[in-house]
């Protein structure tokens, strides 16, 4: 093993302008992978934090009565299941809208009275989705209540929008994966060409197939994690320009900032690469005997 070793040491020394643009499309073709992971990653993320919100929003009634807006306040404030409450009048409402649109100049038209006063409510983490339902069912039935959005609409369609992330992400992955056999064995095939002498040679004192082949595939291996390793630098070093530019607000409005690959993730791409090129390269050296 050691020898087989050495002797793909000095292939890539000898060919590494070959080997260098090999790494180069598989790096390529895994930022495509890795980016479309991301994209999957803060998703799900966003997902989970939505679902554990625990938040809902009452809209009033206009002209609500005062009396029965205080009667909601004090009966949501003694109710074990909820952390805070909050009311939002209308000016309240306009004001918190605008604070962080200010340039927005038809936000900034619209008159108070387009935005609705509402009640704000902070579930316990620990309550249940069946209570929160429950207590929403009560709110709703009130003669002042207009409304009430428990953001699980915004859940379900994160849901569904992970889901077709996943598929995308899959399919994607196929082709990559697919792209990156393709080019290691073309790339190991050309290499074994090209020493095409010390094959025969090799083959001449005795050596056998898996002796010769050994070198290339180890090759492959290193091209195959080498290029995922550069694919995860690029796309950390996208990440972190893209977040620098990223409005704060967004991420407030979200409750999440963005988050890249989780290491068992970026580790698994480097793993999932390193095993592609070996694959690739044993792929490509198949018919060893008609060099």
């Known amino acids: 093993m050691a020898g087989s070793v050495e002797r793909a040491k000095r292939g890539l020394y000898s060919e590494w302008r070959l080997h260098a643009l090999s790494v ?3 790096a390529v073709a895994f930022v495509c992978l890795g980016a479309a992971l991301l994209v999957v990653v803060n998703i799900h993320a966003l997902k989970e934090r939505w679902g554990r919100t625990g938040r809902a929003s009452v809209y009033l009634k206009d002209g609500a009565p005062p009396q029965q807006v205080e009667a909601i306040l004090v009966a949501l404030q003694a109710t074990p299941e909820v952390r805070e ?12 809208v605008l604070s962080g649109n200010m340039t927005d100049s038809t936000l900034k038209a619209l008159p108070q009275e387009a935005f609705p006063a509402s009640i704000e409510i902070d579930v316990q983490p620990e309550v249940k989705e ?13 003669p002042a209540v207009e409304g009430i959005e428990t953001y699980g609409t915004w859940t379900e369609r994160l849901g569904t929008l992970l889901s077709g992330g996943t598929l995308a992400a899959a399919a994607l992955a196929a082709i990559v994966f697919g792209a990156v056999l393709a080019v290691v064995a073309s790339t190991m095939r050309l290499a074994l060409t090209r020493r095409r002498t010390e094959v025969e040679v090799l083959k001449l004192v005795g050596a056998s197939d898996s002796f010769v082949r050994t070198p290339y595939v180890l090759e492959g291996t290193f091209q195959g994690a080498l290029g995922s390793a550069a694919a995860i630098a690029i796309l950390g070093a996208l990440f972190a320009l893209v977040r620098s530019r990223m409005d704060g607000d967004l991420g407030s409005l979200l409750g999440l900032d963005p988050m890249f690959l989780p290491w068992f993730v970026a580790l698994g791409m480097v793993g999932v690469g390193a095993l592609l090129g070996a694959l690739g390269g044993a792929l490509g050296l198949r018919r060893l005997t008609t060099v």
């Not at 207590?135 to 039935?141: G, R």
């Open 85 to 96: 409450v909050r009311y939002l009048s209308p000016a309240d409402a306009r004001g918190q």
């Open 24 to 26: 180069v499309s598989l």
């Open 130 to 142: 069946a209570d929160v339902q429950a207590m929403v069912a009560k709110l709703q039935s009130l």
